[in-house]
């Protein structure tokens, strides 16, 4: 005589079923994500030589990522987090700091014209980058609202301020960072911070020296690995 299951035996197994899924889902979840950080660990190395084959060229670091394609990166795609669900579209996702990013700037949230004019130097043709291009030639929010309250002096803005121009750039703060505040082996020229957005996962950055990658939290100067 044929048995067969009964609703309280069928609810039980699916019962272990979900729990199981609960166990595993979540194991696949970090999976995946690892293997978009690998992803962008990869391409961080790529972008890395890409960087020094360009110094080497031209003695100076380029204006913009997005700059070196064709030229010495073949594909834009090599600026696409695959954790960012935006694909690079809205750029590195930090409303804080809108002028280092590596789009057209009428793609950037929250930031409106007048656009600063050094945009003009990226290409246009690349319209997506997930990553933060931390020498962009755009007045740095961080040091002048630093200077403007105080935290930094007349000293420090005569020590970054190379161009003389009264403002201080992106790439200028960065390169006084590593000049004057002796942060040259830990000072990132590229991060993603993606992975910190959506996963709480440290935050990927290529060192502007070396261009070794390492993960810190979102304020590398006193907590990278």
């Known amino acids: 005589m044929k ?4 609703l309280i035996e069928l609810l039980v197994v699916i019962a272990i079923i979900s729990m199981l899924a609960g166990q595993i889902m979540p194991s696949l979840s970090t999976a995946r994500e690892k293997g978009r950080q690998a992803n962008c660990i990869n391409n961080f190395h790529q972008i890395g030589i890409a960087i020094e084959i360009y110094y080497q060229d031209y003695d100076d670091y380029p204006t913009w990522l997005s700059t070196m394609v064709p030229s010495y990166l073949q594909t834009d795609k090599i600026f696409i987090c695959l954790t960012d669900r935006y694909r690079g579209s809205s750029g590195h996702g930090n409303a804080q700091f809108p002028r280092c990013n590596d789009i057209p700037p009428s793609q950037i949230p929250g930031y409106s014209p007048p656009y600063a004019a050094e945009f003009a130097y ?3 043709n690349v319209t997506a980058c ?17 200077y403007a309250n105080g935290t930094y002096t007349d000293t420090d803005l005569n020590q970054a301020d190379t161009n003389r121009d009264g403002s201080v750039s992106w790439k200028e703060a960065k390169l006084w960072q590593a000049s004057f505040q002796g942060l040259s082996d830990t000072l990132p020229i590229v991060r993603c911070f993606w992975h910190y957005y959506n996963f709480k996962q440290k935050v990927l950055n290529l060192a ?12 590398w100067e006193n907590s990278s690995d």
Request: with cysteine.
């Open 208 to 219: 502007y020296k070396d261009y070794h990658v390492f993960t810190s939290r979102p304020y």
């Open 122 to 124: 990226r290409n246009p």
């Open 130 to 146: 997930s990553y933060t291009y931390e020498f962009s030639p755009c007045e740095c929010e961080w040091f002048m609202q630093g």
């Open 3 to 6: 048995r067969g299951f009964t």
